[in-house]
Nanobody, 123 residues
Framework: QVQLVESGGGLVQAGGSLRLSCAAS????????MGWFRQAPGKEREFVSAIDWVGYSTYYADSVKDRFTISRDNAKNTVYLQMNSLKPEDTALYYC????????????????WGQGTQVTVSS
């Protein structure tokens, strides 16, 4: 069973940066596409970014495009989300997720999920 553990969240002022990490275990990490999602209180889970098996292809939600960067280090079984120019509307619990059969923005297509890391952006 694949296990995912997020870290790197915290409190930051608007305009600041955070780097989230997601460490994976229990599977063949290099064969999995990885995604980041977020969920704010009272809202549905929202796609943020995704990356293919080797990092050649990436997807971003329009709301984070040009501010966030997803990357992966298969040797470390880790995926990252570099978040720059953070806005208060980025405040949410951020989850990483994995799937085996291709990059997608749809949360229900992901098989494994971490427990999330909180990102709070002050105005």
């Amino acid at each position: 069973q694949v296990q995912l553990v997020e870290s790197g969240g915290g409190l930051v002022q608007a305009g600041g940066s955070l780097r989230l990490s997601c460490a994976a275990s229990g599977g063949s990490f290099s064969t999995y596409c990885m995604g980041w999602f977020r969920q704010a209180p009272g809202k549905e889970r929202e796609f943020v970014s995704a990356i293919d098996w080797v990092g050649y292809s990436t997807y971003y939600a329009d709301s984070v495009k040009d501010r966030f960067t997803i990357s992966r280090d298969n040797a470390k079984n880790t995926v990252y989300l570099q978040m720059n120019s953070l806005k208060p509307e980025d405040t949410a619990l951020y989850y990483c997720a994995s799937r085996k059969f291709g990059i997608t923005t749809t949360p229900e297509r992901y098989s494994y999920w971490g427990q999330g890391t909180q990102v709070t952006v002050s105005s």
